[in-house]
């Protein structure tokens, strides 16, 4: 089975440039995450939807931060407009009914 | 609020030396305990997991007892292998039906031949 898919993998971009990374969840799970990863914060939830509605987003950083999840396979976290402190390693995880999450491989941001 | 605590890295061991990585937690109530191990370059694995008191979770040669008296979960090897090299997360999420999972910092484990 395919696990947490995400895209891309890596992203190099300069300082004020939209950049948007997208994630699929394993199929059939209805619950999905994002989370950052810094050396300073360590790991960090942004949000999470259930059934494609945002239920939490106390963790994204400020409004240059927005996600979506337009339909049960797709989401996306989006950051307009990009600085370099965002640089980091985004992680998105989906889960199903039990409390186990599962991670995809990270998508490696730099913003110079 | 909830939080976890784990033993500084970096960990450096040789080949079938015994590995004990400390975490402690403070949480409201009786959460689930989690740990998950992060090979370089790659998203976080499920290692092992307990949800409640006096549970043994284990996966892999690792165990991890979810001990509520002392409000710790271990992890535990009796060999480490060069392969077991990558950084374990201690976690837990609150019992009552909450979602968001509280990571402890990451403890970086180096195995040598």
């Known amino acids: 089975d395919a696990g947490v898919i995400q895209s891309p993998r890596h992203e190099v971009t300069e300082m004020g440039q939209e950049v948007t990374l997208r994630c699929k969840p394993i199929?059939?799970?209805?619950?999905l995450f994002w989370y950052r990863q810094t050396m300073m914060r360590g790991l960090e939830l942004l949000i999470y939807?259930?059934?494609?509605?945002?239920?939490?987003d106390s963790g994204m950083p400020e409004d240059r931060f927005s996600a979506k999840m337009p339909n049960a396979s797709f989401s996306t976290l989006k950051i307009q407009p990009s600085e370099p402190r965002d640089s980091a390693v985004y992680f998105c995880?989906?889960?199903?009914?039990?409390?186990?999450?599962?991670f995809g491989p990270g998508t490696r941001l730099l913003v110079l | 609020g909830d939080s976890v605590t784990q033993m500084e890295g970096p960990v450096t061991l040789s080949e079938e030396a015994f590995l004990t990585i400390n975490c402690t937690y403070t949480?409201?109530?009786?959460?689930?305990l989690f740990w998950y191990v992060q090979y370089p370059g790659e998203g976080l694995q499920l290692l092992l997991k307990?949800?409640?008191?006096?549970d043994k979770g284990s996966n892999k040669g690792f165990e991890a007892t979810y001990r509520k008296e002392t409000t710790s979960f271990h992890l535990e090897k009796g060999s480490v292998q060069v392969s077991d090299s990558a950084v374990y997360f201690c976690?837990?999420?609150?019992?009552?039906?909450?979602?968001?999972?509280?990571f402890g910092a990451g403890t970086r484990l180096a195995v040598h031949p």
């Open positions: 939807f259930n059934n494609n509605v945002p239920i939490d």
């Open positions: 949480a409201t109530g009786y959460p689930s």
């Open positions: 995880a989906s889960r199903a009914g039990g409390e186990t999450q599962y």
């Open positions: 199929s059939g799970h209805d619950y």
């Open positions: 976690a837990l999420i609150r019992s009552g039906g909450y979602n968001k999972l509280i």
């Open positions: 307990a949800t409640k008191a006096d």
